[in-house]
């Protein structure tokens, strides 16, 4: 058996004092030791519960009201929407978006803001907990059973997955905003089961290559865990899962080749299907219960949620609690429009004409339709249409991984690794039978195509948020200030040439200060470096 180490960070945050960045691994009311886990099944499967509930946990990092993008895994589905422009709070006190500074520059975005903060600290809680799974359990132990070493399998690929997010978020892209020439090709610090508190204080970030060849490892392990071993429900990570993890991993190195075959390989073994036109427009059960597509998820219970602090309340076009009603978020006008009429996915958002256009269903009435805003988003429905009650409405499942991903990694894998007309061949395969009967791309020129490939997830994953990492790699521009555009204020109308500077997040101040190797080596500031509007037709110049 592995020993445990316990790794403390001593956190200071505008005054508030936090325990560890990662620290109890268990939920709330577990006591178990690493000694404990490693002897008894049933505590390591407790601790392993431990994981999907700490992903779905309101005010995870303070584990108190003070900053209400604190939602667990969550805000990356939100934040990411935001930072790729796809996302406007179009309500009357669109003030209540507390998201919108990955959207603008008009807020702190620095090494002292929560934007940095909580991305960072939630993602190494969530390390912390794999950890200590992964320290008590020897894989190579021929005398395990396959319930023991699975749940290691699964350890290994949830902490693959939490590097991923880390690297897609803090590894810098360059720009003509800011000097990345610095740190570019650098992402995280490692903390492992065998760290100890003094290799901490001087952790340097790992090189890109280092942090892959880490990620794929550990994705190796949970491949050979996983295999005789399946988990007893999909709030856990499964083979297919542990295969649709290394090819985005695969994509974001620009490893084609691997990436169509691990995309091809998690479709095949997941055995699932794409959500159809009825299971997303439905009014009960739309985008909040678990169907055939999903390949991961989370749940929220009545339990383990509040009525600020829950994804429904922020993301469900219906919901009268958290700041939904408030905010009001809503599709970037120019993403709607590039939706055709012919696509059911387009029926996830209010077209200005209303019931002139589409005969939409909700769990409110008609009065509420045409009062509300124009683009407003009815993706994420109350559980039941229960729209009033959040403890009901909002105890919905969340996706994490859905099998729609892997078809469109592995049309532009495809593309990239065996031609262009290989590709085109896929994606058009996906959407004819999927998505839109009467889809047809004819593209012939490799970046062209996939541009197309990340509009199609800009639509299928929004509010999921898992179309920014191929935006990033590919610097596709942003442009969020054109003619008639939607967006609410000056401070959205913003057009980036390649990418917006905030993709490139930076490190909170905290992790400076206790990490000696990160001193002159963080991400630059993006705070005010662009500024709106923009004039419509061109992209902001360099400060």
């Known amino acids: 058996m592995k020993k445990l180490t316990k790794i403390f960070f001593a956190l200071l945050m505008l005054g508030v004092t936090l325990t560890s960045c990662i620290e109890?691994?268990?939920?709330?009311?577990?006591?178990?030791?690493?000694?404990?886990?490693?002897?008894?099944?049933?505590?390591?499967?407790?601790?392993?519960?431990?994981?999907?509930?700490?992903?779905?946990?309101?005010?995870?990092?303070?584990?108190?009201?003070?900053?209400?993008?604190?939602?667990?895994?969550?805000?990356?589905?939100?934040?990411?929407?935001?930072?790729?422009?796809?996302?406007?709070?179009?309500?009357d006190n669109s003030g209540y978006d507390w998201f919108r500074n990955y959207n603008t520059f008009n807020g702190n975005v620095g090494e002292n803001s929560y934007f940095s903060y909580l991305p960072w600290f939630t993602l190494y809680k969530f390390i912390k907990s794999t950890n200590d799974i992964i320290a008590t359990v020897d894989i190579e132990d021929e005398s395990l059973?396959?319930?023991?070493?699975?749940?290691?399998?699964?350890?290994?690929?949830?902490?693959?997955?939490?590097?991923?997010?880390?690297?897609?978020?803090?590894?810098?892209?360059?720009?003509?905003?800011?000097?990345?020439?610095?740190?570019?090709?650098?992402?995280?610090?490692?903390?492992?089961?065998?760290?100890?508190?003094?290799?901490?204080?001087?952790?340097?970030?790992?090189?890109?290559?280092?942090?892959?060849?880490?990620?794929?490892?550990?994705?190796?392990?949970a491949e050979k865990c996983l295999k005789d071993y399946t988990p007893k429900s999909k709030l856990f990570p499964d083979l297919s899962v542990v295969y649709g993890l290394k090819a985005k991993v695969y994509l974001w190195d620009k490893d084609y080749a691997n990436a169509a075959t691990y995309a091809r390989k998690a479709i095949d073994t997941s055995g699932g299907s794409p959500v159809t036109g009825a299971q997303w427009n439905d009014v009960n059960t739309g985008f909040n219960t678990a169907n055939q597509a999903w390949m991961w998820y989370?749940?929220?219970?009545?339990?383990?949620?509040?009525?600020?602090?829950?994804?429904?309340?922020?993301?469900?076009?219906?919901?009268?609690?958290?700041?939904?009603?408030?905010?009001?978020?809503?599709?970037?006008?120019?993403?709607?429009?590039?939706?055709?009429?012919?696509?059911?996915?387009?029926?996830?958002?209010?077209?200005?004409?209303?019931?002139?256009?589409?005969?939409?269903?909700?769990?409110?009435?008609a009065a509420w339709i045409e009062d509300a805003p124009a683009y407003l988003a009815l993706k994420f429905r109350c559980l039941n249409g229960d729209w009033e009650t959040y403890s009901v409405g909002g105890a919905v499942d969340v996706p994490v991984m859905r099998i729609e991903e892997m078809y469109l990694i592995e049309a532009e894998a495809v593309a990239a690794s065996q031609g262009v007309a290989a590709g085109?061949?896929?994606?058009?395969?996906?959407?004819?039978?999927?998505?839109?009967?009467?889809?047809?791309?004819?593209?012939?020129?490799?970046?062209?195509?996939?541009?197309?490939?990340?509009?199609?997830?800009?639509?299928?994953?929004?509010?999921?948020?898992?179309?920014?990492?191929?935006?990033?790699?590919?610097?596709?521009?942003?442009?969020?200030?054109?003619?008639?555009?939607?967006?609410?204020?000056?401070?959205?109308?913003?057009?980036?040439?390649?990418?917006?500077?905030?993709?490139?997040?930076?490190?909170?101040?905290?992790?400076?200060?206790?990490?000696?190797?990160?001193?002159?080596?963080?991400?630059?500031?993006?705070?005010a470096t662009v500024t709106g509007p923009t004039p419509i037709g061109e992209y902001a110049k360099p400060k």
């Open 145 to 221: 059973t396959p319930a023991i070493k699975g749940s290691a399998g699964i350890a290994y690929a949830c902490r693959a997955f939490d590097y991923y997010l880390l690297t897609v978020l803090f590894e810098p892209v360059e720009n003509i905003y800011t000097d990345c020439s610095d740190v570019l090709g650098l992402t995280v610090p490692f903390v492992t089961e065998e760290t100890t508190a003094d290799m901490a204080k001087n952790n340097p970030r790992a090189s890109h290559q280092e942090m892959i060849a880490f990620i794929l490892s550990d994705l190796d392990k």
């Open 298 to 365: 989370i749940h929220y219970s009545a339990e383990n949620m509040s009525n600020l602090a829950n994804f429904t309340g922020w993301m469900s076009g219906e919901a009268d609690w958290g700041y939904s009603s408030l905010a009001c978020l809503s599709i970037d006008r120019s993403l709607y429009d590039k939706i055709a009429d012919t696509d059911f996915r387009k029926y996830s958002f209010l077209d200005p004409q209303k019931f002139d256009y589409y005969n939409y269903q909700t769990s409110r009435d």
């Open 424 to 527: 085109v061949a896929k994606l058009n395969a996906f959407m004819q039978t999927y998505r839109q009967s009467d889809y047809n791309c004819t593209l012939t020129d490799l970046y062209q195509f996939q541009l197309e490939v990340l509009t199609q997830m800009r639509i299928e994953f929004w509010g999921e948020g898992n179309a920014f990492p191929t935006a990033k790699r590919l610097k596709p521009g942003v442009v969020q200030n054109y003619q008639d555009t939607n967006a609410p204020a000056d401070i959205f109308k913003i057009n980036c040439e390649g990418i917006k500077p905030i993709w490139n997040l930076v490190i909170p101040i905290d992790e400076v200060q206790a990490n000696a190797a990160l001193k002159g080596l963080n991400n630059p500031d993006p705070t």
């Open 24 to 91: 109890e691994t268990f939920p709330e009311g577990a006591t178990a030791t690493s000694e404990q886990i490693g002897a008894s099944a049933e505590a390591l499967e407790a601790s392993l519960n431990g994981i999907p509930s700490q992903m779905a946990k309101g005010y995870l990092v303070y584990d108190r009201q003070v900053h209400e993008t604190d939602l667990a895994y969550p805000q990356f589905m939100i934040a990411q929407t935001e930072m790729l422009g796809d996302i406007y709070p179009l309500g």
